[in-house]
């Protein structure tokens, strides 16, 4: 089959409501009233940050997940269509409204989190073995995010091991988001795994360790057979390919000026990093160009509004650390 697509992502499509600045230090407290410099509707989850990243960045890109016909449904499919997203394997859920989250950003451009899941938790591995044929139309898939999907969770090894054999070629990646635990449900699905790059937070939660090194080597034990590492934020990021396992890989990080809001970024250093790889870059020059993705996301509010075209971050990376 012709690969008329760059990336799929597979999972959350998410309708994001943000305000700031909002004190995450202290209670709310009951009954009060506080005034916010802005409140702005967003997309967020794997599929549109990931995926509106990737097309920013000059990918053709899919779209594979569950919406509600709802009012939040409809705005991430506009979005994603005005992105240029491919909506081919998006499914139309009336059991349930659009999973929506309101995100909270505080003057340092940290957040917290409230989150309903509604209809994109119903994601199943048969939901995406039923849509082999619009896979197998991609050189990569994204699949997210570990720590959010119940139903899809004790299938990732089966649904990454389905894409595999119906695509061999095809890169298979991974997303998590912060809490997310079960370290025996990644084991199954590492064997079928190109990219697993999480936090540091959502690495150690994982794995149940603490050091960087520590953690590639308990993904390397579990049998993943391509790249695996941690996203370190202001460090940068530690990344370790099969074909040198012992060889650990820093990339330096993008030091920015002021952190706006950083909802999304690591969703969009995925995007950088897939892309850099699509496009044929080493280990370590993938590595710095998703740190560049990742430090434009955090100057501004939203989890891609900051990213920019692929010539545009590429100067900026060369500018900032020198990238290949």
């Given at each position: 089959?012709k690969?008329?697509?760059?990336?799929?992502?597979?999972?959350?499509?998410?309708a994001?409501?943000?305000?700031?600045?909002?004190?995450?230090?202290?209670?709310?407290?009951?009954?009060?009233?506080?005034?916010?410099?802005?409140?702005?509707?967003?997309?967020?989850?794997?599929?549109?940050?990931?995926?509106?990243?990737?097309?920013?960045?000059g990918l053709?890109?899919?779209?594979?997940?569950r919406?509600?016909?709802?009012?939040?449904?409809?705005?991430?499919?506009?979005?994603?269509?005005a992105?240029?997203?491919d909506?081919?394997?998006?499914?139309?859920?009336?059991?349930?409204?659009?999973?929506?989250t309101?995100?909270?950003?505080?003057p340092?451009?940290e957040?917290s989190?409230?989150?309903?899941?509604?209809?994109?938790?119903?994601?199943?591995?048969?939901?995406?073995?039923a849509?082999?044929?619009y896979?197998?139309r991609?050189?990569?898939?994204?699949?997210?995010?570990?720590?959010?999907?119940?139903?899809?969770?004790?299938?990732?090894?089966?649904?990454?091991?389905?894409?595999?054999?119906?695509?061999p070629?095809?890169?298979?990646?991974l997303?998590?988001?912060?809490?997310?635990?079960?370290?025996?449900?990644?084991?199954k699905?590492?064997?079928?795994?190109?990219?697993?790059?999480?936090?540091?937070d959502?690495?150690?939660?994982?794995?149940?360790?603490?050091?960087?090194?520590?953690i590639?080597?308990?993904?390397?034990?579990?049998?993943?057979?391509g790249?695996v590492?941690?996203?370190?934020?202001?460090?940068?990021?530690?990344?370790?390919?099969?074909?040198?396992?012992?060889?650990?890989?820093?990339?330096?990080?993008?030091?920015?000026?002021?952190?706006?809001?950083?909802?999304?970024?690591?969703?969009?250093?995925?995007?950088?990093?897939?892309?850099?790889?699509?496009?044929?870059?080493?280990?370590?020059?993938?590595?710095?160009?998703?740190?560049?993705v990742g430090?434009?996301?955090?100057?501004a509010?939203?989890?891609?509004?900051?990213?920019?075209?692929?010539?545009?971050?590429?100067?900026?990376?060369?500018?900032?650390?020198?990238?290949?």
């Amino acid at each position: 089959m012709k690969q008329t697509l760059d990336l799929i992502l597979v999972g959350h499509v998410v309708a994001d409501i943000i305000g700031r600045p909002v004190a995450l230090d202290r209670p709310i407290g009951h009954g009060k009233l506080y005034l916010s410099d802005a409140i702005e509707l967003h997309t967020g989850g794997n599929v549109c940050n990931v995926g509106i990243a990737a097309a920013k960045l000059g990918l053709r890109v899919g779209a594979l997940g569950r919406v509600g016909d709802d009012d939040w449904g409809a705005t991430a499919a506009r979005r994603l269509r005005a992105a240029g997203v491919d909506l081919g394997g998006l499914i139309t859920d009336k059991r349930g409204q659009t999973s929506a989250t309101i995100v909270c950003v505080d003057p340092s451009g940290e957040r917290s989190f409230f989150h309903t899941g509604g209809c994109g938790n119903q994601l199943t591995a048969a939901d995406i073995v039923a849509r082999l044929p619009y896979i197998r139309r991609a050189r990569a898939v994204c699949l997210g995010y570990h720590g959010l999907m119940p139903k899809l969770e004790p299938a990732w090894g089966a649904a990454l091991r389905a894409i595999k054999r119906a695509g061999p070629r095809i890169i298979t990646a991974l997303d998590c988001v912060a809490g997310a635990k079960n370290f025996g449900q990644i084991a199954k699905a590492m064997p079928w795994l190109d990219i697993f790059v999480p936090s540091l937070d959502e690495a150690r939660s994982i794995s149940g360790v603490d050091s960087p090194e520590k953690i590639i080597a308990r993904f390397r034990g579990a049998g993943a057979p391509g790249i695996v590492g941690v996203k370190l934020g202001a460090e940068g990021c530690l990344l370790s390919d099969a074909a040198e396992p012992q060889k650990l890989v820093h990339a330096p990080p993008i030091l920015v000026k002021k952190v706006v809001d950083a909802t999304g970024a690591g969703d969009s250093w995925l995007a950088g990093f897939i892309t850099a790889r699509l496009r044929g870059f080493s280990l370590h020059c993938a590595g710095r160009f998703a740190n560049a993705v990742g430090a434009c996301c955090v100057q501004a509010i939203g989890a891609s509004t900051g990213i920019r075209s692929f010539q545009e971050t590429l100067k900026f990376a060369r500018r900032n650390c020198g990238v290949c």
